[in-house]
Structure formats: structure tokens, C-alpha cells
């Protein structure tokens, strides 16, 4: 199988091998190039030390030195190049204590997760595939390098990986590994919830968000929980997932739709403020009374942006199938396309105006512009600054 490499990673690894060392590209990028996907990142591992690495370039980053990675700029893209490496002890289910460099590729392979990651390439001499990595991606078999207690014992994170791997990919997960999860599944909560919501995000938007079912069989998902007993139906809420499309927020209130403090919950997840205000606002939306006409669309889009909305709508008719929220969407799209104000923005007359009226405190102005948007989102034909002066003046 000849791979054709970007020109700036042929470029890293050409000019490492001119210097006297040897380079391959590495782990995810081979895994998913013997897939037929295109990688995102591209790894390159190196006999050269560091020092030696750096000195090979003109512009590099001291990304992490002490445990052999710099990164290469080239025309201002960032290439990792990482040392060949044997890892010391573990002893926080996490990190190695130390790091050794080493000239041997198959000893930096032999340290790695899984096999299908644990294969490098170079275009010179082909690949390097100690533990049948090749194979198991063509059988579509997840297998540990060695025994997945010891792997799975070093890094406790690697069981969420597993699981998420399973779902990018669709691979099936060796049997000895899932029994490996039900003996070490307590040593997860020794990772941070940022490591740990960032495997479960990658796995909920995946083109395989049912494996979240795997997470309850194997007894991790308490860990992604943070020791909640998960409420909802998972086979139900599975189902839901598959048919949503993989927006992380959208796919979040539905897996959480059971939940009574989701907001708390998404906190303690460690969810950036965007995600979890988003998926706190669907799950809310769904334990609010639809909208039964034009007047309280408005009331909602006053507060939702339409893309939310529509895509709570979506959601709904995901929960409830015998729903159909296309009149809501039609008249959404109305109310949208005839400009009609439900917003004090764009409302005909502002806090400025009713000063001219004599109104000066801002809690009554507040109140006024409040009622006056309320009169013009129930009659749209009123956002006219005469006809709301003459409404205001009426009305006091």
C-alpha cells in the first residue's frame, strides 16, 4: 500500500532522514489512512531527540520537550514531532512518572494503546507493524498492544477511548477488553471530568452515539455522571440519538433528558458555557406548553434564537414521534420572513421617545416599551411610532 503524504509531512520526515535519523508518521493518521479517511492531524515520530530534532528546523514550538514533542511551523502549520519513547511507571492511572527516549521504533509502538494505533510509516521503507494492527483494522477488531489490564491500569482514560474508537469507527471491541473495563472501571474517577467529557463528547456526536448503551454495560457511565444514576431509559434514549443529527448540545438533551438538574449536572461535566446553556434551554423547552398560535411563537423567539428553536422542534418530534411541528415551523418561518417585531430592538419606538411623553423614571419606562411590544407581537400592524404614542397616551 503506497500512501501519497502531504508535501510539508514528506518534507518533516525527508528532512529528518537527510539528517541521519529515522521518521515515520504514526497512530491515528495510519489508522485512519489503511481506513480510507482522510486524517485530521498528522503525527510524526523520530529517532532524533528533541534537541536534535529542533536543531534540524528553522522554526519550531517547545510543545511538550520534556516528554519528547515539539512542533514544526511550516508556512504557519503546526506538525508534532515526538521522540521514540519508553514510558516509566504509572502511578496515577494517567501520566507516566518518567519518560525515556529510545532510538527503537517497535520499542515507542509497543507503549502504545491499542493496535490499530500502534503503526507507523514511512514512504521509503512502508510500514512498521509489530502487533497486527493492519490486520485488525481489516477485520474491524479493537485489540490492546499486551494485556488491557496493564494498558487500562497505566491509563484509566483508555477505557472511555475504547468505547469512543468503537463509535467513531464502528470496530467491534475485543472481548478481553470489556472484561478488563468490568474489573478497572472504579480507577476512572481518577481522570479529570475535562478528559472525561471530552472522550464522552466525541462519542455522542459520533456516526455511532448508541454505543452510550456500552458506557451503561460496562459500568462507566456513573464515572461520566460524576456518581449519578443515570434516570432515563437507555435503550429509548439510544434510539433517540441515532436519528438526531450530531450536534453536540442537541445530542446532550436528549441523552440527559431525564434528568431533574441537568444545569448542575453539565457544570460538573466540565461543558463550556455555550454547549450547556444550549442543551439546559432545549431540555427546559421540553417541560414547557407548546406554543398553540402566532402570539406565543413570538413570546418564545423574543428569547430563543430561530435556529434553537426549530432545532428544539426537531427534537420534540425525535421524543414524541407522533408529533408534527410543522405548522409551528411554517409559521415560524411567516413571522420571519414579515419582518414582524417580537424584540424591543426592533420595536418603533424606544426608551428615547417616550421621554417626549413625559415619562422619565426608567422602571416606567421599562414598563411601558414591556407593554407596548406585548400590544405589537398580538397586532403587528401597531409598530408604528405615531400609532404606539397614541396607543401609550390612550392607555394612561
Not at 98 to 108: G, R
Not at 370 to 388: C, G, I, R, S, Y
Amino acid at each position: 500500500m503506497q500512501i501519497n503524504l502531504p508535501e510539508h509531512v514528506n518534507f518533516i520526515i525527508n528532512t529528518l532522514q537527510a539528517a541521519g535519523f529515522e521518521a515515520y508518521i504514526v497512530g491515528g493518521c495510519v489508522r485512519d489512512i489503511i481506513r480510507g479517511v482522510t486524517p485530521k492531524d498528522w503525527d510524526i515520530t523520530t529517532s532524533a531527540t528533541p534537541l536534535e530534532a529542533k536543531a534540524t528546523f528553522l522554526r519550531t514550538i517547545d510543545t511538550g520537550i520534556k516528554h519528547g514533542t515539539i512542533t514544526v511551523l511550516l508556512d504557519g502549520q503546526p506538525y508534532e514531532v515526538t521522540t521514540y519513547r519508553i514510558d516509566g511507571e504509572y502511578l496515577d492511572n494517567r501520566r507516566p512518572q518518567t519518560v525515556e527516549f529510545t532510538t527503537n521504533i517497535e520499542e515507542d509502538l509497543s507503549r502504545r494503546d491499542f493496535t490499530m494505533n500502534a503503526v507507523a510509516y514511512n514512504p521509503a521503507t512502508g510500514f512498521v507493524d509489530p502487533f497486527g494492527g493492519r490486520e485488525d483494522i481489516s477485520r474491524k477488531l479493537i485489540r490492546c498492544v499486551g494485556d488491557p489490564m496493564h494498558r487500562f491500569g497505566e491509563d484509566a482514560l483508555r477505557m472511555l477511548r475504547v468505547i469512543r474508537f468503537a463509535a467513531v469507527t464502528g470496530f467491534d471491541i475485543c472481548k478481553d477488553i470489556l472484561t478488563a473495563i468490568s474489573m478497572l472501571k472504579a480507577t476512572l474517577q481518577n481522570i479529570s471530568p475535562e478528559r472525561i467529557r471530552e472522550e464522552f463528547g466525541k462519542l455522542i456526536t459520533s456516526q455511532n452515539p448508541g454505543m452510550v448503551m456500552l458506557l451503561d454495560e460496562t459500568g462507566l457511565l456513573p464515572f461520566v455522571l460524576h456518581d449519578r444514576k443515570y434516570e432515563g431509559d437507555i435503550a429509548r434514549v439510544t434510539s433517540w440519538l441515532k436519528i438526531c443529527p450530531p450536534q453536540e448540545a442537541m445530542r446532550l438533551a436528549l441523552f440527559l433528558y431525564h434528568e431533574k438538574d441537568c444545569e448542575n449536572l453539565l457544570q460538573a461535566m466540565r461543558y463550556d458555557n455555550k454547549t450547556a446553556k444550549e442543551a439546559a434551554l432545549y431540555m427546559r423547552l421540553f417541560h414547557e406548553k407548546l406554543p398553540e398560535n402566532r402570539y406565543e411563537i413570538k413570546k418564545i423567539l423574543r428569547f430563543v434564537p430561530q435556529e434553537l428553536f426549530e432545532n428544539f422542534l426537531m427534537l420534540k418530534e425525535i421524543v414524541s414521534p407522533n408529533s408534527d411541528m410543522a405548522h409551528i415551523r411554517d409559521e415560524v418561518q411567516d413571522i420571519v420572513n414579515k419582518a414582524e417585531c417580537f424584540t424591543l430592538k426592533n420595536l418603533a419606538i424606544n426608551g428615547m421617545d417616550l421621554k417626549t411623553l413625559g415619562i422619565e423614571q426608567g422602571e416606567d419606562i421599562g414598563k411601558a416599551l414591556e407593554w407596548l411590544l406585548d400590544e405589537v407581537m398580538q397586532e403587528p400592524a401597531l409598530n408604528q411610532k405615531e400609532t404606539l404614542f397614541e396607543r401609550l397616551t390612550n392607555k394612561n
